[in-house]
């Protein structure tokens, strides 16, 4: 580590520093792994790292409170919703209708040895600012607020059923203690809406100082109507960010429509980011190729919308995705323009005629040139002159995404990418009908050299339905002002026709007219890939696509669909062990979470769910990856979503991993496979799906199952 070397022989190291330099060069580090390095060198550097470090998960069992660190004084951001065992509470309930009690006559009851953890928190994190808690009783809640009055920032986390107290009992513990609190995080918590009004109205000081507020329950099937919402606008209005489910069907009484918006703005001038959702959108996604359409309209229009802009003048992010279709929604867009110059993101769900693209002049979302950021989903009447329009207006965009556009071909894509070509970073392509895996990809040719995130559906073409329809009259109408910007990029559709054939007879890994040559280029920058598969389809095609990619670090993929409709694969392997030519591969996403199948004995004729997890996760182990995230099938009709024997095999076999998370659950025998991994530190079940099972299965792992793991885990010799 020396600096610089003296002619005497010594020379000046890095630890010579002064220890103000030294302190910020730590402080700089982010890496958790580098860190740990760093204060292994000694006293004084691991008296200095822990002093800098500002964020910390904790991982261990709360059954050993004696190992809570007390050296990290200076951490603000503290992660508690990963204890072990995940998801079981670590104090014990309070007497019966104990939140039932009016504030003032709340008193504490005894205090247990288990409770006494939430005091040794506090007192080991003095300055916590930020808190995430796994939050399944008040009671956690209750005993942890306390410690931190101060706080400004917290998420709560429950993926189990809510417990059977009053409206608003999980959140009363929280505001009544922390009264400054800035931001509040509900986006993985399960409960109901009808919690949310009554704690905020309860509580009038802390909802007042909130200015970020995310109400995106997990599993939500219910939005706030207009009531809901307006009471939440009233109580917290210094509101700066604001995401929530709402209900915008007009069929409801309660519906969110004008008249619910403009109080909103009303109530909350200052937003900068909204995000409204109707809940029907965070359901699994259908099939690729079938974007949903709806004939029936939302509960708002264009006018009110732009009602709502003229309120909310430092608008800088706005996400409208809805279910129901808002007609003419073009005006409104160009209100958003002029009235929020500072807008710089924008998703749209079911909003039509977005941009019409007629003449030569910019209309719509065109008009709005500071994006950044635009999501386009189901919009049915956008085409490949609409995208083009909005590429030669939106010359800043770098991440893109497209869903359930059925009219848009890779001729609008590839224009797009062309244009944008100086700061497209990321696309997302999902879900349209005229856009398979080929086309897709095709079409991102102009930046292929330029991307660092990517996702697509991949659905292969198979003989006989490679044939694109007819382009749509207003796709080459307004061909003539958009092909100047194309940079001599082919656009045929025929000549594409003939070289995206994909020819079953010669094997996934080979297709027709030369389109390897055509696709075996370099993807030089990405870094992250996600996948959506359709339940039975196989990677392998996607080698040849995806040849070289030298810096890809992370690969998501989900597998969606019904196995037991599914023919036997023809291929026996699903083909992971591709991946190993990207070198760099470190980590990987596996969620096959929406693949349904049967958990127990299957129909004669059809695979359980442990064949299909053999299909999917054989090959992992010739891949060299360092964290693996995976959610197994499941068995809706019992509920049961376990990893399987021949999983728990094939992933033995990666003997690579050091971090490894299975969102499910599985027997305590199948987890001592995972022993002989010796460079495997972190392992951990998390159920974080709703519904979590309640109750442990009397022949799956339990409180004492996991403490068992993890002790045998813990005690083995390490090698680095």
Same mark, same amino acid.
């Given at each position: 580590m020396a600096v610089r070397g003296g002619g005497g022989g010594g020379g000046t190291q890095l630890h010579d520093l002064p220890e103000p330099i030294l302190t910020q060069v730590i402080s700089l580090i982010e890496d958790v792994r580098t860190r740990n390095a760093v204060s292994l060198v000694c006293s004084r550097w691991r008296t200095l790292e822990r002093s800098t470090r500002t964020s910390l998960s904790?991982?261990?069992?709360?059954?050993?409170?004696?190992?809570?660190?007390?050296?990290?004084?200076?951490?603000?951001?503290?992660?508690?919703?990963?204890?072990?065992?995940?998801?079981?509470? #670590?104090?014990?309930?309070?007497?019966?209708?104990?939140?039932?009690?009016?504030?003032?006559?709340?008193?504490?009851?005894?205090?247990?040895?288990?409770?006494?953890?939430a005091q040794?928190?506090?007192?080991?994190?003095?300055?916590?600012?930020?808190?995430?808690?796994?939050?399944?009783?008040?009671?956690?809640?209750?005993?942890?607020?306390p410690q931190w009055p101060r706080l400004l920032e917290a998420k709560l986390v429950r993926w189990h059923q809510r417990p059977h107290h009053s409206p608003g009992s999980d959140l009363a513990p929280l505001l009544a203690n922390c009264s400054a609190i800035d931001s509040l995080?509900?986006?993985?918590?399960?409960?109901?809406?009808? %919690?949310?009004?009554?704690?905020?109205?309860?509580?009038?000081?802390?909802?007042?100082?909130?200015?970020?507020?995310?109400?995106?329950?997990?599993?939500?099937?219910?939005?706030?109507?207009?009531?809901?919402l307006a009471v939440i606008s009233e109580s917290c209005t210094n509101l700066r960010h604001l995401i929530a489910p709402c209900i915008f069907n007009p069929r409801y009484i309660n519906f969110v429509g004008d008249d619910a918006l403009l109080d909103l703005a009303t109530n909350c001038p200052r937003l900068t980011l909204l995000h409204l959702v109707d809940p029907s959108t965070l359901s699994p996604a259908p099939a690729a190729g079938g974007g949903e359409q709806t004939q029936e309209d939302a509960g708002i229009t264009a006018a009110g919308l732009q009602?709502? #802009?003229?309120?909310?003048?430092?608008?800088?992010?706005?996400?409208? %995705?809805?279910?129901?279709?808002?007609?003419?929604?073009?005006?409104?867009?160009?209100?958003?323009?002029?009235?929020?110059?500072?807008?710089?993101?924008?998703?749209l769900g079911h909003f039509q005629s977005i941009c019409k693209a007629a003449w030569l002049h910019l209309d719509g979302v065109a008009v709005?040139?500071?994006?950044?950021?635009?999501?386009?989903?189901?919009?049915?009447?956008?085409?490949?002159?609409?995208?083009?329009?909005?590429?030669?207006?939106?010359?800043?965009?770098?991440?893109?995404?497209?869903h359930g556009c059925n009219r848009v071909t890779e001729t609008g894509i590839k224009r797009l990418a062309s244009t944008l070509r100086s700061t497209l970073k990321e696309v997302r392509i999902s879900g349209c009908e005229l856009l398979d895996s080929t086309r897709s990809l095709r079409a991102l040719d102009p930046v292929r050299d330029r991307l660092e995130r990517l996702h697509f559906d991949c659905v292969w073409v198979k003989p006989g339905l490679e044939e694109q329809p007819a382009e749509d009259p207003e796709n080459a109408a307004d061909g003539s002002d958009v092909d100047e910007f194309e940079d001599g990029v082919d656009c045929s559709h025929e000549s594409a026709r003939k070289k995206c054939r994909y020819s079953e007879e010669a094997g996934p890994a080979h297709y027709g007219n030369g389109v390897n040559s055509l696709w075996s280029r370099n993807w030089e920058r990405l870094r992250y890939l996600s996948l959506w598969f359709?339940?039975?389809?196989?990677?392998?095609?996607?080698?040849?696509?995806?040849?070289?990619?030298?810096?890809?670090?992370?690969?998501?993929?989900?597998?969606?669909?019904?196995?037991?409709?599914?023919?036997?694969?023809?291929?026996?392997v699903f083909g992971l062990s591709f991946l190993a030519q990207y070198q760099r591969l470190a980590k990987m996403k596996l969620d096959c979470g929406e693949a349904i199948g049967y958990a127990l004995t299957a129909p004669m004729g059809q695979m359980d769910l442990s064949l299909w997890e053999r299909f999917?996760?054989?090959?992992?182990?010739?891949?060299?990856?360092?964290?693996?995230?995976?959610?197994?099938?499941?068995d809706k009709e019992v509920n049961q979503r376990?990893?399987?024997?021949?999983?728990?095999?094939?992933?033995?076999?990666?003997?690579?991993?050091?971090k490894l998370f299975i969102h499910g659950t599985t027997h305590e025998h199948f987890m001592r496979f995972f022993l002989m991994m010796q460079n495997l530190r972190d392992v951990q079940l998390r159920e974080d799906y709703y519904p979590a099972p309640e109750n442990d299965m009397s022949t799956e792992m339990r409180v004492d199952s996991c403490s068992r793991f993890e002790d045998a885990l813990n005690n083995r010799v390490v090698p680095d």
């Open positions: 904790l991982r261990g069992n709360v059954r050993n409170p004696f190992l809570l660190p007390t050296c990290f004084s200076a951490v603000s951001c503290l992660d508690l919703s990963l204890l072990s065992p995940w998801g079981h509470p #670590f104090l014990p309930p309070p007497p019966p209708n104990y939140f039932q009690q009016e504030e003032q006559n709340l008193q504490p009851y005894h205090l247990s040895n288990q409770q006494l953890i040794r928190l506090g007192q080991a994190f003095p300055s916590v600012a930020s808190l995430v808690v796994y939050a399944r009783e008040p009671s956690t809640i209750y005993a942890l607020a995080d509900l986006s993985d918590f399960y409960c109901w809406t009808e %919690d949310i009004p009554p704690a905020l109205q309860a509580y009038p000081t802390a909802a007042a100082s909130l200015t970020r507020l995310n109400l995106l329950l997990a599993s939500a099937s219910e939005g706030f109507g207009r009531s809901e009602n709502l #802009f003229a309120a909310l003048r430092g608008l800088e992010d706005v996400a409208l %995705d809805l279910c129901h279709n808002v007609q003419d929604a073009g005006p409104a867009f160009e209100s958003l323009s002029h009235r929020c110059p500072r807008i710089k993101s924008l998703k709005c040139g500071g994006l950044e950021s635009l999501c386009i989903k189901n919009s049915s009447d956008l085409t490949d002159a609409g995208l083009a329009a909005i590429a030669r207006g939106c010359r800043r965009i770098s991440k893109f995404e497209i359709p339940a039975g389809e196989v990677l392998t095609p996607l080698l040849d696509a995806l040849e070289s990619c030298p810096v890809l670090e992370e690969i998501s993929i989900k597998v969606e669909g019904d196995c037991r409709t599914c023919p036997k694969p023809t291929q026996r999917y996760l054989h090959g992992i182990g010739d891949l060299n990856l360092y964290e693996l995230d995976y959610w197994p099938p499941q376990s990893l399987s024997l021949p999983a728990t095999g094939l992933i033995q076999e990666c003997l690579s991993l050091r």
